[in-house]
């Protein structure tokens, strides 16, 4: 479900920005959703859109799922005076959308003529009402009302979250009970976002925009939402379990002579994730179902829901206790905390040991069990099992398990200017998964070759040689011989040393400051003690300290000399942060601004005669 498609520029510019290839500039004066909920668990929406005049033809695109909806009666008006009259000759186009690995996306573009007030009305119907799971408070085009009728009939109950809405200028919710049904009215002023393809299919990839999570549960289920999601969820799933002999005799073939469950999981799960292909499918449910068991074991491909169904049934065959989970990874505009389709991006597979649950997920080639899955680290899961599903908070490393420590050892060399010497950079925890996914990805000495170029840029450009790295199980440990030019200047008495060679304390982001959505990988801690041997002895100083701090990060800088020819400069920073948000980019942005300061202002030694 994670990574759906993979989307050509080209195509989409034709289908959703239509005009000379850029955004239309649409300005829309209110749309209203009148949504029905059917006894028989489906639901209508009639939508209606009214337009503001516009100087030029608006193509107003309908994206719809033609495995699970059918959009009826698409009406174009134009305003005639006081009055929408329906507009004779209509141009609506339908076709597929092209992208790939999605089969059952269809988009009917609807051609508003310009001029006029306008105004478009259709209907979508859908069978399944778990596909009811979200209304968008936000919109890339400037609506100035947006409004939900939803009709609920009384043997259903809905039930509704709102994530960020405190980026919301105007919302109301209200209901009004009726003989037989409740009417729900939701007005709101939708936020303006940026244009955004993903989010026409329902697809909220680091954004943080508000939105409601629905679900809508027969009143039987009231207060009990998790379970009903659950129980839908693990009937779909039911029907794609079971092995046939063929998979049974590769589990037995592979775990052949081991008993122990900790290697039979190993063994298992090193399997799948070593020979099956990773390829992202959203067709029609197939977004949430996964494929049977059997077919992915033949296909040896299959996207998350399709390797962690089929995993979780080969340790079930061998007798090792183990569900799936549906789960938010970090880049999902919510956490999945809330009973609905629209709160998870991804599934995992859910092991028991010993009773204690290991989230293991095939698609992360890297990850080893017992330690956090770094995309859903600190996130919440939903547990599909047979009692009725379960709410589970996945741990993270903490900053201090995700260290970063470096050695640099330098000596001045005899022209007075330059610096030779080595380091050594050592990675703890998932600090250093952005490496070893590189070793999954290339050859040895293709990765020394990236890494050695990655290094030298971190280093501020200095010169590296006899590079070397290697990928232990829980270390990762790199070293290098480093000279330094250009950081030491002589004066008749003093001598200035500059430290922007230093590595910066976001490695693998190189902008001064960073932006909302930019994700730092992991949460970390960061150590660097840094030994610089003079020539010639200098005079003693008073430790020079900067202590920067703010909520969840800071930074402590230290440059003192222990000897009359040594100097040491040592700096330790700590993240609490796993991803820039606007309730965090400024006390991050701060400290990085003050590292920058302090590297750059030159250090004055006095010498000693």
């Not at 992208?99 to 259709?122: C, H, M, N, Q, R």
Request: aromatic letters at 10%.
């Amino acid at each position: 479900m994670r990574n759906f498609f993979i989307i050509s520029c080209c195509l989409l510019s034709l289908i959703i920005f239509p005009v000379r290839g850029q955004a239309q500039n649409i300005s829309i004066t209110n749309k209203i959703e009148d949504i029905l909920i059917k006894k028989d668990s489906s639901f209508v929406k009639h939508v209606n859109v009214t337009f503001n005049k516009s100087d030029e033809l608006i193509l107003y695109p309908i994206f719809y799922d033609s495995e699970l909806e059918k959009i009826l009666d698409i009406k174009v008006y134009v305003k005639k005076g006081k009055h929408f009259k329906p507009l004779k000759n209509q141009v609506i186009t339908e076709e597929d959308v092209e992208l790939e690995y999605i089969a059952s996306k269809k988009v009917k573009t609807v051609v508003i003529p310009a001029g006029a007030d306008a105004k478009v009305s259709f209907t979508v119907v859908c069978s399944e009402l778990m596909y009811f799971a979200d209304l968008r408070f936000f919109s890339n085009n400037l609506i100035d009302t947006l409004k939900y009728k939803i009709t609920v009939p009384d043997t259903f109950k809905f039930t509704y979250n709102i994530i960020h809405k405190d980026s919301l200028k105007y919302v109301r919710v209200d209901s009004i009970k009726t003989a037989n049904t409740t009417k729900w009215n939701i007005n709101v002023i939708p936020e303006k976002v940026e244009p955004d393809i993903l989010t026409l299919f329902g697809l909220y990839r680091n954004k943080r925009a508000p939105l409601m999570r629905t679900i809508v549960v027969p009143k039987s289920h009231k207060g009990s939402e998790k379970r009903y999601m659950n129980d839908w969820y693990l009937q779909k799933v039911q029907s794609k379990r079971g092995l046939n002999s063929e998979v049974i005799q590769k589990i037995n073939e592979l775990t052949k002579n081991e008993s122990r469950p900790n290697q039979i999981l190993e063994i298992l799960y090193d399997y799948v994730k070593n020979n099956f292909k990773y390829v992202a499918i959203e067709i029609g449910m197939g977004a949430f179902i996964p494929t049977h068991a059997n077919e992915v074991f033949s296909n040896k491909e299959g996207d998350c829901k399709d390797l962690s169904n089929f995993l979780s049934e080969a340790l079930n065959f061998k007798g090792i206790n183990s569900d799936i989970a549906l789960a938010a990874t970090y880049d999902h505009i919510s956490d999945c905390d809330f009973p609905s389709l629209s709160s998870a991006n991804h599934v995992v597979c859910i092991a028991y040991i010993d009773g204690i649950p290991l989230i293991l997920d095939p698609t992360d080639p890297i990850h080893s069990p017992k330690t956090p899955v770094q995309s859903i680290q600190n996130r919440s899961l939903l547990i599909i099992n047979k009692n009725g599903g379960d709410w589970h908070k996945v741990k993270g490393f903490s900053s201090q398990q995700n260290l970063i420590e470096y050695h640099i050892d330098l000596e001045e060399n005899s022209d007075h200017t330059s610096m030779l010497g080595k380091f050594q950079a050592m990675y703890f925890g998932i600090s250093g998964n952005f490496i070893r996914r590189e070793f999954i990805r290339l050859d040895e000495d293709k990765v020394n070759t990236l890494l050695k170029k990655h290094y030298k840029t971190v280093l501020n450009n200095q010169s590296i040689e006899e590079f070397k790295i290697e990928p232990k199980n829980r270390v990762i440990d790199a070293k290098g011989n480093l000279s330094i030019k250009g950081k030491i200047i002589n004066d008749i008495n003093t001598r200035i040393l500059f430290l922007d060679f230093l590595p910066r304390p976001f490695e693998t982001l190189t902008r001064n400051e960073l932006l909302i959505g930019t994700h730092l990988g992991s949460n970390l801690s960061k150590k660097v003690h840094s030994t610089i041997k003079m020539k010639n002895e200098i005079r003693s100083f008073k430790p020079i300290e900067h202590l920067f701090s703010e909520e969840g990060v800071s930074l402590l800088f230290k440059i003192s000399n222990p000897s009359e020819s040594v100097i040491t400069v040592d700096y330790e920073f700590s993240c609490n942060y796993v991803s820039v948000n606007k309730e965090n980019i400024q006390k991050i942005n701060n400290i990085l601004t003050s590292f920058k300061k302090v590297i750059n202002d030159p250090i004055i030694l006095n010498k000693k005669y």
